[in-house]
């Protein structure tokens, strides 16, 4: 299955920051939403930030203020702006794809997931 890929991501001191881009121009079908999520060591995968086809974007409330996204389905792009980062930040982030394919008789909706870019924050 083809993926989206992820850049960015590495090694960074607290306070400091990051940019983390996914780019999703291979994947098929009409991309509905693009979101990155993050896990941590031992917990279940979290979403941090979201685009979608509407224009309208979300910001989870652990990261806001310090987190943006910036992004376009259409243009299969999206990107997360981390700032002040800490770290409880540190994890592995992945970029997310929903996307929308239908043709003669069929209509489904696919969810894709990067490989995941390691982010650490040392204090």
């Known amino acids: 299955q083809v993926q989206p890929v992820e850049s960015g991501g590495g090694s960074v001191q607290a306070g400091e920051s990051m940019r983390l881009s996914c780019e999703a121009s291979r994947i098929s079908g009409t991309i509905l939403v693009l979101a990155w999520y993050r896990q941590h060591p031992g917990k279940s995968r979290e979403e941090v930030a979201n685009?979608?086809?509407?224009?309208?974007?979300s910001v989870a409330g652990s990261v806001m203020g310090r987190f943006a996204i910036a992004g376009d389905v259409y243009k299969r792009t999206v990107d997360l702006q981390m700032d002040n980062l800490g770290p409880d930040d540190s994890g592995v982030y992945y970029c997310?794809?929903?996307?929308?394919?239908?043709?003669?008789?069929?209509?489904?909706?696919?969810?894709?997931w990067g490989q995941g870019i390691q982010v650490t924050v040392s204090s």
């Open positions: 685009v979608d086809s509407s224009g309208g974007s």
């Open positions: 997310y794809v929903r996307t929308h394919i239908a043709g003669s008789g069929y209509s489904t909706v696919d969810e894709i």
